[in-house]
């Protein structure tokens, strides 16, 4: 079996235990969407620009809770059920048994975000295209990246609801802000925190605007994507935490 085939196969079968678990799927699945669903019926995206700040929200607040929050979970329950020793017992590469039991997160969250920009953009259509949709890998990948470190200080699942709150409110908190206030204030600190540089990409991409600012809104994002790469090399464990 080549490590495509095996990472799929663990993909498949972490999704149909996904979908059996009551609590993940609510997690991964409903809360997400609904989360998105409310924002977009609760809110306004008829003023100029308001449509991309409240893509910006969407995004971020779906993947936080469908990636992160589902992911840094998934994680510490097969740790604590000791699958992820018994998996690295085998042929599989680390990077290969990590992203079968991430990947079926992630194409969930990119399904419920289709649903949910898809109807954004009936109200207001995106001027990017091509960059919206590089602001939502980003924040894929940035999600992904802290997981994996959250999950190495997650010692159960019921732990991994707690460890992942901080940074998740923060995230989100610093979109909401700039929604809110806009680019014109404290601008640099808000670019700097996670999700703040992402939010004001995702607004840019939606509204349109000065794509001189890329450089500016890109290395923050992706630095946190990699701040969370390096920590999960650094703090990721495979055996059970006490």
Known sequence: ??????????????????????????????VPLAFGGFLLFSSSAEA???????????????????VYVSATTTLAARRQTLFLKRMRGGALSDRGILAGLVLPLVAVSLAQLLIVLAVLSTRAAPE??????????????????????????STSPEHAQYTTLP?????????????????????????????????????????GGDLGLLPVLLLPTLGWAVLGGVAAARFFRWEPRR
Not at 48 to 57: D, K, R, S, T, Y
Not at 133 to 151: C, K
């Open 167 to 207: 940074l998740f409110f923060v995230t989100l908190g610093v979109a909401i802000w700039f929604q809110v206030t806009g680019a014109d204030d404290l601008a640099w600190v808000k670019r700097a925190l996670p999700g703040g540089g992402l939010a004001e990409l995702i607004a840019l991409a939606w509204n």
């Open 128 to 153: 990017h295209v091509w960059l919206l949709v590089v602001a939502v890998l980003l924040a894929e990948a940035m999600f992904v990246g802290l997981a994996l470190a959250t999950a190495g200080f």
């Open 48 to 66: 100029p620009g308001a449509a991309g700040m409240l893509a910006g929200v969407q995004i971020i607040g779906m993947v936080g809770m469908g």
């Open 1 to 30: 079996m080549t490590s495509l085939t095996a990472t799929t196969a663990i993909a498949a079968a972490e999704l149909r235990m996904m979908l059996r678990n009551r609590t993940v799927a609510l997690c991964a699945l409903l």
